[in-house]
């Protein structure tokens, strides 16, 4: 279990709704190579999108799979506000405020369930998965691009260097972490494939501001003080530059995986 305070990244989501979709160049990419990735025979029904945010991996999967049904779930109200917005007249999408991780939420039997840069936030990755697993029907699977260690070198380096200590950020998990929840969930891999992802900015300055920008802060998570003016300055400075930008680079497993047999 991993300690979060569910209401704040609410807040910070629903904050960075307006301008998600403008700053979410990876987001969108890393959603695009999930898709690409599923079974060429799938062609579900009922599908579930965990954090579905503004709705870049569901206009993917509405695309790809134009008989299906889509139930979207975020934490967020103005991501789901922007959703209802993008998706309005789409008798086939359905939105709505809630929690993947909370049981009441888990509805089967689904024939995907979905997920693309959202169970980072989960403070309770393996239990939410089981639920969700058990929510597949016999034939389902069970699709997401998850984000794993080694994600954000720049941001850690540039830390290191400017307070003398890692990036206090997520807990995330290794690519055989992932292989693990998928077996505790009984789940077995079809494809698991890491992918790295990198988004070139301007500046240092523009390349922090990403995360702003799509709500991924650590405000008032447990255990997170603020940097200080002062501490932002250090850590800006300290911030790799690449021939005049910088990066933010992002490793991600892409894992489908059907019921266990």
């Known amino acids: 279990m991993i300690a979060l305070d569910k209401a704040a990244i609410s807040r910070n989501f629903s904050a960075a709704a307006g301008a998600y979709d403008g700053w979410a160049a990876a987001q969108d990419d890393i959603a695009a190579a999930l898709v690409r990735r599923l079974p060429a025979a799938l062609d579900p029904g009922a599908v579930v999108e965990l954090g579905c945010g503004t709705g870049l ?10 008989a299906a049904r889509l139930r979207g779930l975020d934490l967020a109200a103005g991501m789901i506000e922007a959703c209802r917005r993008r998706f309005e007249g789409e008798r086939r999408a359905s939105f709505e405020v809630a929690d993947a991780e909370d049981p009441r939420a888990c509805a089967g039997p689904v024939d995907l369930v979905a997920t693309s840069c959202a169970a980072q936030w989960f403070a309770d990755p393996a239990g939410t998965l089981r639920r969700w697993a058990r929510a597949l029907a016999p034939d389902g699977a069970f699709a997401a691009a998850l984000l794993v260690r080694g994600s954000y070198p720049e941001l850690d380096a540039a830390h290191r260097a400017a307070l003398g200590a890692p990036f206090p950020g997520l807990a995330l998990p290794t690519e055989d972490d992932v292989a693990r929840l998928l077996a505790g969930a009984g789940l077995a891999p079809v494809t698991l494939e890491a992918e790295v992802v990198s988004v070139r900015y301007r500046s240092a300055r523009d390349a922090l501001a990403s995360f702003r920008g799509i709500g ?9 003080g603020a940097l200080g003016a002062g501490g932002a300055r250090r850590l800006l400075a300290a911030y ?7 990066c933010v680079t992002h490793r991600v497993v892409h894992a489908v995986a059907r019921p266990a047999p």
């Open 57 to 66: 991996l569901a206009r993917r999967l509405l695309a790809r799979f134009p």
């Open 240 to 246: 790799p530059a690449l021939d005049g930008g910088a």
């Open 216 to 224: 991924a802060v650590l405000r008032d998570q447990p255990g997170r």
